[in-house]
Protein backbone atom coordinates (compact mmCIF):
# COMPACT_ATOMS: atom_id res chain seq x y z
CA UNK A 1 0.00 0.00 0.00
CA UNK A 2 1.31 3.48 -1.42
CA UNK A 3 -0.08 6.22 0.59
CA UNK A 4 0.58 9.99 -0.71
CA UNK A 5 -0.39 12.83 1.25
CA UNK A 6 -1.43 16.03 0.39
CA UNK A 7 -2.12 19.42 2.48
CA UNK A 8 -4.71 21.66 0.56
CA UNK A 9 -6.75 24.96 1.08
CA UNK A 10 -6.97 27.78 3.13
CA UNK A 11 -7.81 25.19 5.67
CA UNK A 12 -4.69 23.25 5.60
CA UNK A 13 -6.76 20.19 4.61
CA UNK A 14 -5.27 16.65 4.21
CA UNK A 15 -5.95 14.82 1.04
CA UNK A 16 -4.57 11.32 0.71
CA UNK A 17 -4.03 9.27 -2.27
CA UNK A 18 -3.84 5.58 -1.66
CA UNK A 19 -3.03 3.21 -4.03
CA UNK A 20 -2.56 -1.37 -3.70
CA UNK A 21 -1.75 -3.39 -6.82
CA UNK A 22 -2.72 -0.69 -9.22
CA UNK A 23 -5.71 0.79 -7.67
CA UNK A 24 -6.31 3.90 -6.42
CA UNK A 25 -8.61 6.15 -3.83
CA UNK A 26 -8.86 9.63 -2.76
CA UNK A 27 -9.99 10.14 0.99
CA UNK A 28 -11.12 13.54 1.14
CA UNK A 29 -10.38 15.58 -1.82
CA UNK A 30 -9.48 18.74 -0.11
CA UNK A 31 -8.13 20.53 -3.41
CA UNK A 32 -9.19 23.95 -4.13
CA UNK A 33 -7.42 25.72 -6.79
CA UNK A 34 -6.37 25.02 -10.18
CA UNK A 35 -2.70 24.00 -8.99
CA UNK A 36 -3.74 21.88 -6.16
CA UNK A 37 -6.22 20.00 -8.48
CA UNK A 38 -3.29 19.48 -11.06
CA UNK A 39 -1.25 18.77 -8.23
CA UNK A 40 -3.12 15.67 -7.78
CA UNK A 41 -4.46 15.05 -11.06
CA UNK A 42 -0.59 14.63 -12.03
CA UNK A 43 0.43 12.50 -9.51
CA UNK A 44 -2.38 9.97 -10.11
CA UNK A 45 -1.36 10.57 -13.85
CA UNK A 46 2.09 8.79 -12.66
CA UNK A 47 1.33 6.64 -10.70
CA UNK A 48 -0.97 4.73 -13.70
CA UNK A 49 -2.90 3.48 -11.69
CA UNK A 50 -6.86 4.47 -12.07
CA UNK A 51 -8.89 5.90 -9.51
CA UNK A 52 -11.43 3.54 -8.59
CA UNK A 53 -13.17 5.25 -5.26
CA UNK A 54 -13.39 8.85 -4.02
CA UNK A 55 -14.33 8.83 -0.02
CA UNK A 56 -15.05 11.20 2.33
CA UNK A 57 -14.18 11.18 6.13
CA UNK A 58 -16.77 13.66 6.14
CA UNK A 59 -18.57 16.38 4.45
CA UNK A 60 -17.41 19.70 5.91
CA UNK A 61 -16.28 22.01 3.53
CA UNK A 62 -12.92 22.11 3.83
CA UNK A 63 -12.79 18.02 2.79
CA UNK A 64 -15.23 18.50 -0.21
CA UNK A 65 -13.68 21.66 -2.23
CA UNK A 66 -12.13 18.66 -5.03
CA UNK A 67 -15.17 16.58 -5.03
CA UNK A 68 -16.86 18.16 -8.59
CA UNK A 69 -14.01 18.49 -10.01
CA UNK A 70 -12.24 15.01 -9.53
CA UNK A 71 -15.38 13.23 -10.13
CA UNK A 72 -15.50 14.60 -13.31
CA UNK A 73 -11.99 14.35 -14.57
CA UNK A 74 -11.58 10.62 -13.17
CA UNK A 75 -15.10 9.41 -13.63
CA UNK A 76 -15.71 8.23 -10.29
CA UNK A 77 -18.35 9.02 -7.60
CA UNK A 78 -18.38 10.35 -4.22
CA UNK A 79 -19.11 7.85 -1.50
CA UNK A 80 -20.33 9.65 2.34
CA UNK A 81 -21.73 8.27 5.30
CA UNK A 82 -25.73 8.94 4.83
CA UNK A 83 -25.63 11.47 7.95
CA UNK A 84 -22.98 13.58 6.06
CA UNK A 85 -25.48 13.32 2.86
CA UNK A 86 -27.04 16.70 3.78
CA UNK A 87 -23.99 18.65 4.31
CA UNK A 88 -22.93 17.59 0.33
CA UNK A 89 -25.53 18.82 -0.37
CA UNK A 90 -25.32 21.92 1.33
CA UNK A 91 -21.56 22.42 0.28
CA UNK A 92 -22.46 26.01 -1.20
CA UNK A 93 -24.38 26.99 1.87
CA UNK A 94 -21.10 25.96 3.87
CA UNK A 95 -19.09 28.24 1.16
CA UNK A 96 -20.94 31.65 1.34
CA UNK A 97 -20.41 31.28 5.14
CA UNK A 98 -16.41 31.34 4.66
CA UNK A 99 -16.89 33.64 1.53
CA UNK A 100 -15.47 30.68 -0.21
CA UNK A 101 -16.08 30.07 -3.77
CA UNK A 102 -16.78 26.40 -4.17
CA UNK A 103 -18.20 24.03 -7.61
CA UNK A 104 -21.33 22.41 -6.16
CA UNK A 105 -20.45 18.65 -5.35
CA UNK A 106 -22.47 16.01 -6.71
CA UNK A 107 -24.84 13.93 -5.33
CA UNK A 108 -23.30 11.20 -3.46
CA UNK A 109 -23.31 7.62 -5.82
CA UNK A 110 -23.23 5.37 -2.70
CA UNK A 111 -23.72 5.80 1.10
CA UNK A 112 -21.02 4.22 3.33
CA UNK A 113 -21.94 1.76 5.85
CA UNK A 114 -20.92 1.13 9.32
CA UNK A 115 -18.84 -1.70 9.90
CA UNK A 116 -18.62 -2.46 5.90
CA UNK A 117 -15.54 -2.70 4.33
CA UNK A 118 -13.37 -0.84 2.07
CA UNK A 119 -11.81 -3.28 -0.89
CA UNK A 120 -9.32 -2.14 -3.48
CA UNK A 121 -6.43 -3.98 -5.02
CA UNK A 122 -5.10 -6.31 -2.20
CA UNK A 123 -6.64 -3.61 0.52
CA UNK A 124 -9.54 -4.54 3.24
CA UNK A 125 -10.56 -1.16 5.49
CA UNK A 126 -13.19 -1.52 8.32
CA UNK A 127 -15.13 1.52 8.39
CA UNK A 128 -15.91 2.76 12.00
CA UNK A 129 -18.53 5.01 12.83
CA UNK A 130 -16.66 8.02 14.72
CA UNK A 131 -19.31 10.99 15.41
CA UNK A 132 -18.94 13.66 17.26
CA UNK A 133 -17.23 16.40 15.26
CA UNK A 134 -19.43 15.95 12.53
CA UNK A 135 -22.46 13.21 12.80
CA UNK A 136 -21.56 10.95 10.09
CA UNK A 137 -17.61 11.18 10.21
CA UNK A 138 -16.18 7.79 9.87
CA UNK A 139 -12.71 6.26 10.34
CA UNK A 140 -10.90 3.74 7.26
CA UNK A 141 -9.18 1.38 9.52
CA UNK A 142 -6.07 -1.08 7.94
CA UNK A 143 -5.28 -3.60 10.40
CA UNK A 144 -3.00 -5.29 8.40
CA UNK A 145 -0.73 -2.36 8.23
CA UNK A 146 -1.76 -0.69 11.09
CA UNK A 147 -2.85 2.73 9.94
CA UNK A 148 -6.39 4.58 10.48
CA UNK A 149 -7.49 7.42 9.04
CA UNK A 150 -9.34 9.41 11.23
CA UNK A 151 -10.61 12.65 9.39
CA UNK A 152 -10.96 15.61 12.24
CA UNK A 153 -11.67 13.34 15.17
CA UNK A 154 -7.93 12.66 16.50
CA UNK A 155 -4.66 15.04 15.92
CA UNK A 156 -1.17 15.03 16.35
CA UNK A 157 -1.98 16.44 20.35
CA UNK A 158 -5.42 17.72 19.94
CA UNK A 159 -9.18 17.18 18.77
CA UNK A 160 -11.81 18.04 16.29
CA UNK A 161 -13.96 20.65 17.16
CA UNK A 162 -17.66 20.35 18.44
CA UNK A 163 -18.71 23.54 17.97
CA UNK A 164 -20.05 22.96 14.38
CA UNK A 165 -23.61 21.66 13.39
CA UNK A 166 -24.87 19.07 15.43
CA UNK A 167 -21.23 18.51 17.32
CA UNK A 168 -21.09 17.00 20.35
CA UNK A 169 -17.81 16.71 22.61
CA UNK A 170 -19.31 13.64 24.61
CA UNK A 171 -19.82 11.77 21.79
CA UNK A 172 -15.84 12.86 20.30
CA UNK A 173 -14.85 11.63 22.97
CA UNK A 174 -16.89 8.45 23.26
CA UNK A 175 -15.69 7.56 19.75
CA UNK A 176 -12.17 8.41 20.50
CA UNK A 177 -12.22 6.09 23.77
CA UNK A 178 -14.22 3.27 21.86
CA UNK A 179 -13.56 3.39 18.84
CA UNK A 180 -9.80 4.27 18.23
CA UNK A 181 -7.97 3.91 21.25
CA UNK A 182 -8.31 0.35 21.47
CA UNK A 183 -7.02 -0.13 18.07
CA UNK A 184 -3.50 -0.24 19.72
CA UNK A 185 -0.39 1.93 20.55
CA UNK A 186 1.00 0.91 17.29
CA UNK A 187 -1.33 2.50 14.87
CA UNK A 188 -0.35 5.03 12.58
CA UNK A 189 -3.03 7.64 12.86
CA UNK A 190 -3.42 9.96 9.50
CA UNK A 191 -5.47 13.08 10.34
CA UNK A 192 -7.62 15.32 8.09
CA UNK A 193 -5.35 18.23 9.27
CA UNK A 194 -1.53 18.33 10.67
CA UNK A 195 0.92 15.59 10.54
CA UNK A 196 0.63 11.73 11.42
CA UNK A 197 0.88 10.75 14.96
CA UNK A 198 0.49 7.30 16.71
CA UNK A 199 -2.10 6.08 19.13
CA UNK A 200 0.21 5.46 21.26
CA UNK A 201 1.82 9.18 21.65
CA UNK A 202 -1.94 10.64 21.81
CA UNK A 203 -2.98 7.77 24.81
CA UNK A 204 0.30 9.77 26.87
CA UNK A 205 0.45 12.53 25.75
CA UNK A 206 -2.71 14.68 24.04
CA UNK A 207 -3.59 17.22 26.65
CA UNK A 208 -7.82 16.31 25.55
CA UNK A 209 -7.33 12.86 25.88
CA UNK A 210 -5.20 13.14 29.68
CA UNK A 211 -8.54 15.06 31.21
CA UNK A 212 -10.57 12.77 30.76
CA UNK A 213 -9.14 9.81 32.02
Not at 85 to 99: D, N, S, T, W
Amino acid sequence: MIIKSFTFNPFSTNCYVVTSDDQTVIIDPSCHSHSEYDEVLNYIGQLGSPVTRILLTHAHIDHIFGCAHLAKKLDVGIEVHASEAILLERGEMQAQMFGIELEPPPAPIRLIEPGETIQFGSVSWEVLHTPGHSPGSVSFVDRESEVVFSGDVLFLGSIGRTDLWQGSLPLLMESIFQQLLPLGDEFRVLSGHGPETTIGRERQSNPFLLEST
